[in-house]
């Protein structure tokens, strides 16, 4: 596809259950970001990926957050014992260099994660 | 943690009318970008502006910044009913991740 797409659109989960989040990158781009957006409020940066490789994971709120990026593209969010205060749009963006350099990056749609 | 700050949270104008609005941030940048967001859902790239530019132009955005001040400020000229929407400032420092405002929701009246 042309832009980054992001899978499921929508997800409701149970308190203490497990989640996966999916982001398929423009093809080519290198870099990799993970955002979280809550109401009212602007995207806040979870993790970066160079490559397969996570360069910058410092916005992960705790450990029950991860994520992967095996082949340096497609990448996985998975979170663990979800929580109601885990309820959140979820973005992906992509870039076609990382941060070395001053490029656009590229958003999805996200994931509107709703834990109950 | 978000740095950046749009003034105001809210806006609402009459189509045809020119929207402006502004940007502060904390920290020394890299560039500074204005993205716009429709529905609560991805957000659309508009313009990045690098440190050592002071205006930039496209279409009927223009984008200042004034790294002094530690500000910028998007202008919409001549505003229409699609233009409705939030619109993030995101400040990037070299090797930092992109820090996102609260955004400013832009609400233009037909």
């Known amino acids: 596809g042309a832009g980054v797409s992001q899978t499921p659109s929508n997800k409701v989960t149970e308190k203490g259950k497990y989640v996966e989040l999916r982001c398929d990158p423009i093809?080519?781009?290198?870099?990799l970001y993970w955002y979280r957006q809550s109401l009212g409020q602007g995207p806040e940066f979870l993790i970066y990926?160079?490559?397969?490789?996570?360069?910058?994971d410092s916005g992960l709120p705790n450990d029950r957050f991860f994520a992967v990026r095996p082949e340096g593209s497609v990448s996985t969010l998975k979170i663990q014992r979800t929580e109601r205060g885990d309820s959140a749009v979820y973005l992906c963006?992509?870039?076609?260099?990382?941060?070395?350099?001053?490029?656009?990056?590229?958003f999805g749609p996200g994931t509107r994660l709703t834990v109950l | 943690s978000q740095q950046g700050e749009e003034d105001p949270q809210a806006l609402s104008i009459q189509e045809g009318e020119n929207a402006t609005m502004n940007c502060s941030y904390k920290?020394?940048?890299?560039?500074l970008q204005w993205y716009r967001q429709n529905s609560g859902r991805g957000l659309v790239h508009l313009i990045l502006?690098?440190?050592?530019?002071r205006e930039k132009h496209s279409g009927r955005l223009r984008v200042t910044l004034d790294t002094s001040k530690k500000s910028s400020s998007l202008l919409i000229t001549a505003s229409r009913a699609a233009d409705t929407a939030s619109y993030f400032c995101?400040?990037?420092?070299?090797?930092?991740?992109?820090?996102f405002g609260a955004g400013t929701r832009l609400t233009v009246k037909p």
């Open positions: 963006a992509s870039s076609l260099r990382g941060r070395a350099t001053s490029n656009e990056q590229f």
């Open positions: 093809s080519g781009h290198t870099a």
């Open positions: 990926f160079q490559g397969t490789g996570a360069a910058d």
């Open positions: 920290t020394s940048i890299n560039n």
């Open positions: 502006i690098r440190s050592n530019e």
């Open positions: 995101a400040t990037e420092s070299l090797g930092n991740d992109m820090r």
